[in-house]
């Protein structure tokens, strides 16, 4: 285990490498990048000023004329305050010299640092994260077992078109019907949507602020957990039904045992094998999701906005940082799946790939 351990550690490196440099590559090829768009905002800025500049984004250098444009020595001054001054491989070796140190660097477009960017957006994407999380284990887990124990039944029957027909909805379909039917839209005001927050939530007591968040978090959490349930459930339903119909179950019923603790002291460890391994990557996946349409519909300003807004501004510090940081927890978490694997399951070794 421990040689397979460091095996996969070593992988990462060129793993990680060669992700960085296929994005980083695709990005030189893609048309309007900073440069040119700050070079557009100015010369919109000069044309619809009246030639006047504004001080903040010339920053005191004296790169703009007005409405007589930009010369090719300011053009060149622009590219070296981004960087762009320098040969394509030496910036690709500064940046990953600089992200193995966590120096992620500032964004073009927020001009704050990245770390304090992303920082700032998370409680967002953490608590619709988390919470869709929490609720699509603790609901279609139970619910999962349920269905396999009365399979082919009524109950059985209902349930699978009500976790389909909400599968088949897209969450911001749904996030609008639920404003239009409980967000003041057309019928009903119940819940707020808008932020994660009252505007007057610092002056609320604790057990109201507790009760103000989970009220904002109704909503969009409701959108973005529906569509989860179908596959996690079916996914516990067929695990359930593969371990009832092997021999060991047969065996145990055959002695006496009663069905109960067929179900939970024999089926249970095995039918949830496949589901616990995939915790760890659920689990972080919790904390860093995005759903830009959720954030949208429900004014959000989490994860997932922000990294459209880095893409469509061409806010390549945000895009590249957040890229890596993800990559390396992505490839990590894989190996904690692997690892578990084997926690949950002594029977699975990776001895032989030794």
Do not use: C
């Amino acid at each position: 285990m421990t040689a397979y351990i460091l095996r996969r550690l070593l992988l990462m490196i060129p793993t990680l490498f060669g992700i960085m440099a296929v994005t980083f590559l695709v990005i030189q090829f893609v048309p309007g990048g900073p440069v040119e768009q700050m070079i557009a905002r100015l010369e919109e800025s000069a044309s619809s000023h009246g030639g006047e500049v504004a001080a903040s984004a010339s920053s005191g250098s004296g790169l703009y004329r007005g409405a007589k444009g930009l010369t090719p020595e300011q053009i060149a001054a622009l590219s070296k305050l981004y960087g762009f001054d320098r040969p394509a491989h030496e910036r690709f070796l500064i940046m990953i010299n600089n992200y193995l140190q966590f120096e992620f660097g500032e964004s073009y477009y927020h001009h704050r640092s990245v770390v304090e960017l992303v920082i700032d957006k998370l409680p967002v994407s953490i608590s619709l994260g988390l919470w869709t999380f929490l609720l699509t284990y603790l609901v279609s887990i139970p619910l999962g077992i349920r269905k396999a124990v009365r399979h082919g039944d009524r109950f059985d029957a209902i349930t699978s078109v009500i976790i389909l027909a909400g599968y088949s909805i897209p969450g911001f379909v749904l996030g609008v019907l639920l404003i239009v039917l409980f967000g003041g839209g057309s019928f009903w005001d119940l819940f707020p949507i808008r932020g994660l927050v009252s505007d007057h939530w610092e002056s609320l007591s604790w057990p109201a602020r507790i009760a103000d968040y989970l009220w904002h978090m109704v909503l969009p959490v409701f959108a973005s957990v529906v569509g989860s349930f179908a596959v996690m459930t079916m996914l516990t339903k067929n695990s359930f039904l593969e371990e009832i119909s092997k021999q060991y179950v047969l065996t145990a019923r055959a002695k006496g045992v009663t069905e109960q603790a067929v179900l939970y002291r024999h089926v249970f460890r095995n039918a949830l094998i496949p589901l616990v391994t995939g915790f760890p990557g659920s689990f972080v996946a919790a904390f860093f999701s995005g759903s830009l349409l959720i954030e949208t519909i429900f004014s959000l300003d989490g994860l997932g906005l922000l990294g459209y807004e880095s893409v469509i501004n061409r806010d390549y510090p945000v895009v590249l940082a957040t890229l890596y940081f993800y990559t390396l927890l992505g490839l990590i978490t894989k190996l904690i799946t692997d690892v578990t694997y084997v926690a949950v399951d002594p029977r699975i070794t990776f001895d032989s790939a030794q």
